[in-house]
């Protein structure tokens, strides 16, 4: 594949993951994972045993955290892997705290560009 048109396929995933994490909408956010999806919710925790358990990660996003920002940068990527780093801002709802997070995202998209490999690291402030 062209160099180019994987970088577009990169960030149509990550656009598509960070306004629907934006928009509080899990569904759509799971939309973008492959149902066999590797994922790390920390790096060096086992990663999730099932699809389920993703889902259980992202189904409480909408009563936990609202006034959502991010920005995103692609910082290096070949035809099997993606790192892209993120900042986010935040509100907590259940304390109103606000939060500012930077961090890594590792990705392997599937050829219908659903994420089939997905690790995380962050540092939230």
């Not at 598509?16 to 925790?45: A, Q, R």
Request: charged letters at 30%.
């Amino acid at each position: 594949m062209k160099r180019q048109y994987m970088k577009e396929k990169y960030e149509k995933w990550t656009k598509i993951f960070m306004e629907s994490w934006k928009n509080l909408d899990y569904k759509s956010t799971l939309n973008t994972l492959d149902n066999n999806v590797e994922y790390y919710e920390n790096p060096i925790d086992k990663p999730c045993k099932n699809f389920d358990e993703v889902a259980n990660l992202w189904n409480i996003i909408k009563e936990n955290q609202k006034d959502i920002s991010y920005t995103f940068k692609i910082i290096s990527y070949n035809k099997n892997t993606c790192i892209i780093n993120w900042q986010m801002t935040r509100t907590m709802t259940k304390d109103e705290t606000k939060q500012e997070i930077d961090g890594i995202f590792q990705i392997s998209l599937n050829d219908d560009g659903k994420c089939i490999y997905f690790k995380q690291w962050r540092y939230t402030k």
